[in-house]
Structure formats: C-alpha cells, structure tokens
C-alpha cells in the first residue's frame, strides 16, 4: 500500500463547476498538508498548504484536512479552463515531501 | 530569473551512457531535493540535501544514481550506465529551510530525459 493514495483521473468538467480532488494516507504521523498544481511540461507549484486538521481558503480554493478519517481534499469554486493542469497532493514525513500520483483535471468552456 | 534552474532541459541519451542532470537552486536556500516523475507517477524522492549535514539519499533506486552538492549550492546528479527505465522527469527543488515546517518548496521545470 502506498503512504499517499491519489485517484489519477483524468476528472473532466465544465467551466463554472465545483471541483472536488482528495487523497488518503497511511501515516497518521503526518502534520503538513499540500497541494500542488502542475501545467503540462512545467514543475510543480505550491496551491494550498494546510497544518494538521481543519480547512483553509484561498480564492476560489479551499483545502481540508480530516486526520481522524486520514483523508484530505481540495475544492475548486467555479472552475476555469485555465485551472487545467495536474494536482497532486503531498505531505511532509521528516525531511521530504511524499506525493500522491496527481489528478489530471480539464476544464471545458 | 531567481527560480530553481535545471540544465539540460531535454536530453536524449543511449543505453549505457552516463548522463549528469544539474541543479542551480534559490540563492540562499539551504535545502535542496531531486525528485524523479514517470509518465502517469507522482513523485518519486531521490535525494535531499540539508546544508552541511549528509545527504539523505534513501530514495535512490540504485547505485548507478548518484548525487553531489557542491558548496551547499549548485547540485548535480549522476546517472550511470543509464536503463531505458530511467527515462523521466527529473526535478530539483529547493527551500530556505528543510525539515516539515511551513515553508515552500520550490521547483524547477525539470530535466526531461529519453533513453533509446
């Protein structure tokens, strides 16, 4: 079983849609919380960075973070073509970042 | 620019030959890590440096991978006797500070490399 399990798409929607991207994990030792996004051929990006359980929100985006259920998503509001790209999320065991496999999300106009 | 800098950007290699993938983080950070992307795979960790301390290589798939920092800035990682398995994306990030805590990581657009 891998420590981040992440559904890999791809996740298709219209523009204006509500989005709604998670993962599970295995480490309930994990504290810190990401999500990246990442445009086709480019590195990943920081989105959202959450601490320990809870939500937070940015915009059109917002995270939470259940660590009783190990489990953590990521909300897009109105969803835009240009909100295309992969997200993957990650969390921190010691010194680096373990990511999930990425969700491919397309936006259609 | 004053991102993470990774050369060469594509590179297309024969099996057998050594290839050397190279880093040039944010000046100033002091942490610095390579992470290896397959087509459809998340990231995969490789190698991460930490200042002066050593490298925590526990990520490396084999022995024939091999990474080094020189002056706690500019790193380069080493591919020898390169596999066609090892075709990937190879990225380098880096942050002011390692460890879980708060601060970003920052990645570079990553080295694309092709094995035939």
């Known amino acids: 079983q891998k420590e981040v399990e992440q559904d890999p798409g791809p996740l298709s929607v219209p523009e204006g849609a509500i989005v709604s991207l998670n993962c599970t994990y295995s480490?309930?030792?994990?504290?810190?919380f990401m999500w990246y996004r990442q445009y086709s051929r480019k590195g990943p990006e920081l989105l959202m960075y959450?601490?320990?359980?809870g939500n937070k929100e940015d915009g059109r985006f917002t995270a939470q973070v259940d660590k009783s259920s190990k489990y953590i998503s990521l909300f897009i509001r109105d969803s835009q073509p240009s909100d295309s790209a992969t997200y993957l999320c990650a969390m921190h065991n010691t010194d680096k970042l373990i990511f999930g496999t990425g969700t491919r999300l397309q936006v259609f106009p | 620019g004053a991102g993470v800098s990774q050369s060469p950007s594509n590179k297309v290699t024969e099996k057998g030959k050594d290839v050397e993938l190279r880093c040039d983080p944010i000046?100033?950070?002091?942490?610095l890590y390579w992470y290896r992307q397959s087509l459809g795979q998340g990231l995969e960790f490789l190698i991460y440096?930490?200042?002066?301390?050593?490298?925590?290589k526990s990520g490396l798939p084999s022995d024939r991978f091999s990474a080094e920092r020189t002056g706690g800035s500019v790193s380069t990682l080493t591919i020898q006797r390169t596999q066609q398995e090892d075709s990937a994306v190879y990225l380098c990030a880096s942050s002011l500070v390692g460890g879980p805590s708060g601060n970003t990581i920052y990645f570079g657009e990553g080295s694309w490399l092709t094995v035939v």
């Open positions: 440096f930490q200042g002066n301390s050593a490298p925590d």
């Open positions: 000046s100033g950070h002091t942490a």
């Open positions: 959450t601490y320990s359980s």
């Open positions: 480490n309930s030792a994990f504290q810190y």
